[in-house]
Nanobody
Framework: QVPLVESGGGLVQPGGSLRLSCADS????????MGWYRQAPGKERELVAG????????NYQDSVKGRFTISRDTAKNTVYLQMNSLKPEDTAVYYC????????????????WGQGTQVTVSS
């Protein structure tokens, strides 16, 4: 199964911005909800943001509300995570995955986990 491919991570200073991309090269998840997840060292992977199959519904973890924006471009089979006002506690490896519905993103993903993209927020 071809995994989703994340990109766009890097080193940024506190208060900076990054835009992550998640490419679905196999066009398998166009009709599924998509989510961005992150895993910090020594911590469990957690759901950060989710978007419905049509882009009409989004939800966010409380810690990123007002700073992160998830979006999707169906024509490009790509999901984005715009991250603004980054904080050191946002440092983690970021992943994307799919689920049958936005309400299942937290516990029933259906894609293969990719390698993720490292985001490091540090001065």
């Amino acid at each position: 199964q071809v995994p989703l491919v994340e990109s766009g991570g890097g080193l940024v200073q506190p208060g900076g911005s990054l835009r992550l991309s998640c490419a679905d090269s196999g066009s398998r998840f166009s009709f599924y909800a998509m989510g961005w997840y992150r895993q910090a060292p020594g911590k469990e992977r957690e759901l950060v943001a989710g978007i419905s199959h049509d882009g009409g519904t989004t939800n966010y973890q409380d810690s990123v509300k007002g700073r992160f924006t998830i979006s999707r471009d169906t024509a490009k089979n790509t999901v984005y995570l715009q991250m603004n006002s980054l904080k050191p506690e946002d440092t983690a490896v970021y992943y994307c995955n799919a689920a049958l519905s936005i309400k299942f993103l937290g516990q029933a993903t259906i894609g293969s986990w990719g390698q993720g993209t490292q985001v490091t927020v540090s001065s």
